[in-house]
């Protein structure tokens, strides 16, 4: 059963503030388009458009660690595909 997908392409576009090495905060956003794919020569109609967006924050805590926080929004812009929202918190360690 020979499977194949078009590709799926995507433009993407991120904005950084940071006015001191101790905090910084930015904003993205992302559009995808394609990846249709076949079976057996016989297309399955699942071609897909997403919107992506997000915001990041992040401050650091000392030389060698910091924390973060994320908000990311994923938006189906065809009838295939799902709306979420993600929020996120994380901690890094730089050597």
Known sequence: MPCEQDTIYALQAH???APSHIWWVAMGGAYA???E???DSVAKDDY???LFFG??????IDRHSSVQA????IRAQTTLGSDTDNIGLGY???F
């Open 92 to 94: 890094s360690i730089r």
């Open 15 to 17: 904005v950084v503030y």
């Open 37 to 39: 794919s076949t079976v």
């Open 55 to 60: 915001a990041y924050a992040g401050l650091a």
């Open 33 to 35: 388009w394609g990846g």
């Open 48 to 50: 897909r458009e997403t």
């Open 70 to 73: 994320t908000s990311v929004g």
